[in-house]
Every structure is written in structure tokens, then in C-alpha cells.
């Protein structure tokens, strides 16, 4: 939102409003915006969730896209590892972010598909998990998650408000952990209450100061006034829900605490803890919208199986077809294709109703980029799993000029009931991928 500018040159804009308050704005007005449990009733139906993972460095081409199209293609070695679940995802080649380029910066617009994120003038747009949260996170105690795993602080992530600021990612599964499934104490939650209702008193005080400015303004600053008056409404009926959320007991879990990696070359480690917060979240309904950025750019000589890497993630992919290198990079890919296996596992064998959680749960895993050798922006490597949609198949587009991704978010978004024909860059849905009946 713009900022307004008063003849006395003074100004007010949204994010100084909030800064300190630790809440997003960018949300609308959504029906009363209290909890489902405050209604009596959730107004879904059938939950449906979305988990976004990107990993900034993408993996080795040649080994991950099949060489067929349709539903009879022949898995490739990369995807052999989710044999298993051939009928639940669907591979995507030729597909990329229209104006999206830049090389590494590009991660940021993984779920913004906003262009030239290389250029000084750059600004972000808002991201498809917290477009999802505007809509939805009002049904759940949490809005979003923001997870990472070794992410640049400040530098990198997936979730962007509508204003275009980054929401940090959350690395400690611990500290998620305990805001999911373990009570405070009645002080803890008293205070919490506290928090929220001193931010209600902050709100009261500078919409009141505004308004006692509303008749110095012109058209245009008065527009702007408008816009913010509704975004503080709006934010006042969120925190009334947080504040309901705060007396509803947690769910229960028979899950021990998480317990943190704190060594960053423990990467892999931290991904499947990564993974195995987001399905206990997924399965509890304590959110239905994340995000989990997997920064290897930002990631050392990393340790698994027992096994460390001889150089950083990063300069291992700029491999310049050193045999040695290949071989690395290979071995690190398959890893991320059995902990995703691993992933889709969980939510295919946990039911919901008698369905499989992954019938609801709509799970896209992809890359910024095509190639990170040569820091390609297209030609992305994307599989789509779960969430209702007729799977089990290989959809192949024009690799040279590649089409919109941001399509396959308009579905995505439709899916979770939210109505919209448009998406950042988006032409409409994505051609030849179907809802399940």
C-alpha cells in the first residue's frame, strides 16, 4: 500500500503503523474472522492444504526430467525413487516463471513469480502461501507457516506480504513444535492475551491519529487513507481471533518434542525434521498453508548417510561436468527424492475421513531454477502432488518458450476454494491437469 504525504509533510505508512506488533496486514476482510471453533462450525467442508518446498539449487537435469510424455512415461532416475506414488503426483517439464530472472535471486519469486528480482528497482509481490492465508488462515490456529532450512536470514525466502516484505523463516521445529502441541501456563497465555490486546490499544491510538488528519488530505492521500483504515480493520478482527485461539486447548500428539539440528551440515537431517513437522501440522490441522524454503546455496560440505560432501552444496553445483562433482550432486539429489518420498509416505498412509491425507493435501516441490551450472530460470523442475488432481503423468511444454507456472497456482488456489482467474503472471489454469471427482 502506499504511503500518504500530508501538506505539513509529515507521513504514515502501514509498516511503520506495525512495526513491532509482529502482525501481517496484508490480509482482507474475510467473513467475521474469528476462529471456526467460535462459529460453532468450520465453514470448509473438506479441509485442503498446500505445502510449498523449494530447493534453490535445483538438481541435475538430465537425471530428473523423463524422456516421454503422458501418463505412460517412464519414471526417470530421480523420480524411480517415488515410484510408489506414480499415480499421486504429476511432473511438469517446460515450465517457469515469465520474466523471472537473475540466476540465484530468483528464489525469492518462487511462490511470486514477480520479474527481474536481479534488478536494483526490484520489489517483491505477495507470495501464493500468504495469498492462500489471506483467505483461509483464519480457520486455523495457525494463519501460515514459514519454515527454512539453512536459509541467508533476511536475504531469502518464499513468503512475501502484499507490501512486498519478506516474512523471516522459521529454522528452530522445536519452537513450531511448541506452539502446536504444548500448553503454557495460564500466565504464558495470559501474557500472550496481552500482547494482542496492547496491539488492539496501539491500533486504537494510531487510527485515531489519522483520522484527525483525514481532512487535510487530497483525493488521492484520502484513497490511501481509505485502503489503510480497511487493512486496520481487517487486522483488528485477526487479532480477536488470536486472542480466541489462545483459550482453545491444543491438539494432542503422541509425537515426542522436536528436537533442533543445530549444525548446518546437517542439512539433510534438518530437512526430513523439516518434512515431519509439516505432516504432523498437515494431520492436526493447526495450519492448512506452508512454505519451506530449502536454501542449499547457504548450505556447507553437508553430511548424510553417514557420508560428507567433499565441497559446499553450492560449488558442487557449478560442477563444470567434473565427473567427481557429478557424482556428488547426484547422490545429494537422491536423498532429496527418498525424503520426499518419505513425505508423500506420511500423508498417503495418514487417513482423514477414510481418505488418505494426501487426497487434500496439495504438495508442489520445485526449483528457482532449471540448470544452477548455469544459473537457468527456466525449464523448471516441478512435480505436483496430491491435493484431488488426476496425477500420473509427465505434462510437457515447449522447453525454449516455456510456460506460465503461475497457471498451475490459479489451480492450486481454486482447489483450496478460493475464487480468482489470475495470478502474477498467469493466462488462466494449468492446461491438462484435472480435478479428481
Known sequence: ????????????????????????????????????????????????????????????????????AGPDYKLSPYLQQLSAHKNDFTVFSGVSHLGVDGGHPADNCFLTAAPHPGSGSFRNTISLDQFMAENIGHHTRIPSLTLGVNVYQGIRGLSWTAGGVLIPSEEKASRVFSQMFLEG????????????????????????????????????????????????????????????????????????????????????????????????????????????????????AIEFDGQAISDGYHSLSHHGKSEAKLEQLKRIDLCHMKLLNGLLSDLKDFKEGGQPLLDSSMVLYGSN??????????????????????????????????????????????????ETDKFASSTGTMRGLEMAG
Open 1 to 68: 500500500m502506499k504511503n500518504f504525504n500530508l501538506r505539513s509533510k509529515k507521513s504514515l505508512s502501514r509498516r511503520t503503523v506495525l512495526k513491532g506488533l509482529g502482525v501481517s496486514m496484508a490480509l482482507p476482510l474475510l467473513d467475521a474472522m474469528t476462529p471456526a471453533f467460535a462459529k460453532g462450525k468450520d465453514v470448509t467442508k473438506k479441509p485442503r492444504r498446500m505445502l510449498a518446498i523449494c530447493n534453490n539449487l535445483g538438481v541435475l537435469p538430465q537425471h530428473f526430467f523423463p524422456e516421454n
Open 185 to 300: 501456563s495460564a500466565k504464558e497465555k495470559q501474557n500472550q492475551v496481552r500482547k494482542i490486546e496492547l496491539g488492539q490499544s496501539i491500533l486504537d491510538t494510531v487510527t485515531g491519529m489519522a483520522k484527525s488528519l483525514e481532512s487535510d488530505l487530497g483525493a488521492s492521500d484520502k484513497e490511501s487513507l481509505d485502503q489503510y483504515f480497511t487493512s486496520v480493520r481487517d487486522l483488528e478482527k485477526r487479532m480477536a481471533a488470536s486472542k480466541e485461539w489462545e483459550y482453545k486447548e491444543k491438539p494432542k500428539v503422541s509425537t515426542p518434542p522436536l528436537v533442533d539440528f543445530e549444525d548446518t551440515r546437517l542439512y539433510m537431517d534438518k530437512t526430513r525434521l523439516m518434512y515431519q513437522l509439516s505432516s504432523l501440522a498437515i494431520q492436526t490441522d493447526s495450519t492448512r498453508v506452508i512454505s519451506l524454503m530449502l536454501d542449499s546455496l547457504n548450505s556447507p
Open 369 to 418: 531454477l532449471g540448470d544452477a551450472q548455469t544459473h537457468k530460470n527456466t525449464n523448471l523442475p516441478i512435480i505436483f502432488a496430491g491435493g484431488g488432481f488426476e496425477h500420473g503423468q509427465h505434462l510437457v511444454f515447449d522447453t525454449e518458450r516455456n510456460y506460465p507456472l503461475p497457471n498451475l497456482y490459479v489451480s492450486m488456489l481454486e482447489r483450496m476454494g478460493i
